[in-house]
């Protein structure tokens, strides 16, 4: 496992403070989720083809909703 070291404001520590007291979680668990989350995303030819599937099939949806 690699340790990094992340330089942020007061004002970002206290609000990620207050966020994780209220998510019961650590501020490593916070910080740990949020990169999860962000290195999680589908790269973009993956949003290129599913925008291509919805567009080509807007009709179809839209007559199923």
């Known amino acids: 496992m690699t340790t990094i070291t992340v330089s942020l404001s007061d ?5 990620l403070e207050e966020l994780s ?3 019961g979680l650590t501020v490593e668990q916070m910080v740990r989720l949020g990169i999860n989350d ?3 995303q589908p790269d973009d030819s993956f949003r290129a083809a599913a925008r ?13 909703s």
């Open 38 to 40: 962000f290195i999680g």
């Open 11 to 15: 004002e970002e520590m206290r609000r």
């Open 21 to 23: 007291k209220r998510e």
């Open 52 to 64: 291509r599937v919805m567009e080509k099939n807007a009709e179809l949806y839209r007559r199923l």
